[in-house]
């Protein structure tokens, strides 16, 4: 009987009876394994068998990657556990049956490896990886609020060992194919021309597998597990709540309980991703998910810089050179003398060496980097971004200089954290060209990008610098201009209200320790320290000529003493080898509860002015924000989506109870009616 057409595989045999199954989806510009998939690779594999192969090569059929992991988007359709359950499953028992087989078969990693992509690798007997640093490769499933699922657990702990293994699984971290390789992950690295030769060649001549070291095997006993796995929950515990993010812990009692029967394992590990992926966390983080792939999206390819000349070599200016240079464009850095501009690329060499390893690597980013005090790299490129200090005038005079210089197709950008573009632009002939690029400190870790836009910017300039951020791996968020932006905006009232209540006598580090309680990768007062207590008075003062803003006096105190905070050693803490030292706390007298809404009721009650006065598209676009820009606990799918569950009117009369108490700060926004009428 001839096989049926697949839609989205396409087997091949070559003249040694070698077959290819490449992955190529349909419809899709990267691969998933949806249900759709896996049920035609389970036919793929049927073709393949009957064929009596001398090996399979698993391949992708697309440039731009292997697999990217499980459909996440089928995760919405599933109603229950049970019905998970069903899913993974079947998953299981296909990779059970690839990884049977008497004939070789071998992955042929071209790109990304993630997830279900991985599993589905690791069930295959060999596995080669393009040589390119690009390359990720890891179980990130603890990002969706689960494990992983499709025999992962076993299969990964069984090439590497368990205490190299589960700090993987646990994490989500990804790696680099130099390091998967000294993990055992893949077993060889190419160059990306050889990937085929050398996948016939491990297949012609298929090499003996070396076991598991002992003392990697050992690890996994009966009387060293439980040992291992308090160890290990105490190591995520200074990362995470088990009430906040149950999935790491979900996993270390998995392998504890039967990490000693892979058999059982691999039982157990549906069940237990059955579980989790049904919970409230996980449905939120794959919302989470979906709100960073939304970004990804919409900002488009079509637009491709070469080369990005940056004004201004301090931190921000010389780390947002840095991070281009190592997306690889050609990246001009202007200061007013070569000495200012040493440190940063000192800072970009460290940066290059952690992210590109590889000698001759470096060397290129390095050479992509080119100091520049006259700025002849002006009238050559593409984005110019200016990253000078936070002065009206002084930025209109760049830019009136820049104007001059630019070519008239460049893209003119500024990423002042809070003057409205419409000020800075008044320096311009054509003020339509400058768009806001603004990034967030540290560059190198923060994904967010604000794309700032007044009334008068021009929309192919608009999407030119989204498509610019996406060039670069960053996730771009349109927002109008207004004083703050979105993200300072939502943030200065929530530090400001932290320095009222330690004007007011409650401690920092209990003020820190609720808010860490709510969720908050970082709590405010040890924040404000690493923004800068200058960098909060300046942005406050900024903001409170245009909004309704009350700076404490304590701050300006603070900061006309020179306690800045992490960069001067002093602060709200005291800094010893950059780290803060919190005193001992007493919740005496202390209502954390109220502090806590203190906190997060200013963050919703901003949130909904800034949807009210459309600074961005949507509550979607603005939990995004908030999420990759503040951190605002992932668990939770941003502001709006926990006030959605808290309900309007819960949210209304909780802040009427406090602006009777505290005053005026805390009246409702408008916008809460909006779901009241609806």
């Known amino acids: 009987m001839t096989p049926r057409q697949l839609q989205h595989w396409r087997v091949e045999k070559d003249s040694d009876n070698l077959f290819w199954c490449y992955l190529d989806q349909k419809d899709a510009t990267v691969n998933v394994l949806s249900t759709a998939v896996l049920r035609e690779f389970a036919e793929a594999l049927d073709q393949v068998i009957a064929g009596r192969p001398t090996g399979l090569v698993i391949a992708s059929g697309k440039e731009n990657g292997f697999i990217s992991g499980a459909d996440v988007g089928e995760f919405k359709s599933i109603e229950n556990s049970e019905q998970a359950l069903g899913m993974v499953e079947e998953a299981h028992a296909l990779f059970n049956r690839l990884e049977l087989q008497t004939f070789p078969t071998l992955a042929l990693i071209n790109g990304f490896c993630l997830g279900g992509g991985l599993e589905l690798a690791l069930a295959c007997r060999y596995r080669i990886a393009v040589d390119d640093p690009t390359v990720r490769i890891g179980l990130p499933e603890v990002r969706l609020g689960i494990h992983p699922g499709f025999g992962g657990t076993a299969r ?91 999935a790491p812990y979900a996993l270390i009692e998995l392998w504890r309980r039967f990490g000693g029967d892979r058999r059982i394992l691999l039982r157990e590990e549906a069940k237990s991703v059955a579980r989790l992926i049904v919970t409230p966390v996980s449905r939120n983080l794959v919302r989470v998910f979906g709100l960073r792939e939304r970004l990804r999206a919409s900002a488009g390819r079509e637009y491709q810089a070469k080369h990005v000349h940056v004004v201004g070599a301090g931190v921000m200016g010389g780390d947002i050179a840095a991070w281009c240079a190592l997306r690889g464009l050609r990246v001009t850095l202007q200061d007013r003398e070569p000495a200012l501009i040493a440190p940063a690329m000192q800072r970009a060499h460290a940066l290059f060496k952690k992210r590109l390893k590889t000698g001759h690597l470096v060397m290129a980013a390095l050479d992509r980097l080119i100091p520049d005090h006259k700025g002849l790299g002006i009238s050559h490129a593409d984005v110019i971004i200016e990253a000078i200090v936070e002065k009206l005038e002084i930025k209109q005079g760049l830019f009136q200089d820049l104007e001059t210089r630019a070519r008239p197709e460049a893209l003119l950008a500024t990423n002042t954290s809070s003057i409205p573009l419409e000020e800075i632009g008044t320096a311009l002939r054509r003020p339509e060209r400058l768009v806001g690029i603004h990034f967030f400190n540290p560059v190198a870790q923060m994904e967010l990008v604000e794309v700032i836009h007044a009334t008068a910017t021009d929309p192919a300039g608009i999407q030119q610098a989204r498509a610019f951020c996406r060039q670069i791996d960053r996730l771009p968020l349109p927002v109008r201009s207004s004083p703050g932006f979105l993200v300072n905006r939502v943030l200065t009232p929530y530090l400001l209200e932290t320095m009222t209540m330690i004007e007011e006598g409650i401690p920092g580090a209990l003020i820190d320790k609720v808010a860490k309680k709510f969720g908050m990768p970082m709590g405010p007062v040890e924040l404000a320290d690493t923004v800068g207590l200058d960098v909060c008075l300046s942005v406050a003062e900024k903001m409170s000529t245009k909004l309704e803003v009350t700076i404490p006096d304590k701050l300006r105190e603070m900061v006309a003493a020179g306690q800045l905070g992490r960069k001067s050693d002093r602060g709200f803490y005291v800094y010893r080898n950059g780290r803060p030292v919190k005193p001992e706390i007493s919740t005496a007298g202390v209502d954390e509860y109220e502090v806590k809404d203190r906190l997060v009721f200013r963050i919703l009650n901003e949130c909904a002015a800034c949807l009210r006065e459309g600074l961005v598209a949507d509550t979607d676009a603005l939990d995004a924000g908030m999420i990759y820009g503040t951190g605002f606990a992932p668990f939770r799918s941003g502001p709006m989506n926990y006030a959605n569950l808290l309900g309007a009117g819960f949210v209304c009369d909780r802040l009427n109870a406090m602006a009777q108490r505290y005053g005026g700060r805390f009246n409702p926004d408008a916008w809460w009616q909006r779901p009241l009428e609806d």
Not at 180 to 206: F, M, N, T
Request: aromatic content about 4%; hydrophobic content about 45%.
């Open 156 to 246: 990964l702990i069984d090439r590497t060992g368990a205490l190299q293994a589960l700090p993987l699984m646990l994490t989500g971290r990804l790696l680099d194919p130099r390091r998967a390789k000294k993990l055992g992950l893949v077993d060889h690295i190419v160059p990306r021309r050889q990937l085929v030769h050398a996948a016939r060649a491990v297949l012609r001549d298929p090499p003996l597998r070396d076991p598991l070291p002992w003392h990697k095997r050992i690890i996994g006993a009966e009387p060293l597990r439980p040992l291992v796995a308090n160890f290990l929950r105490r190591q995520v515990a200074r990362q995470a709540r088990e009430d906040q993010y149950p």
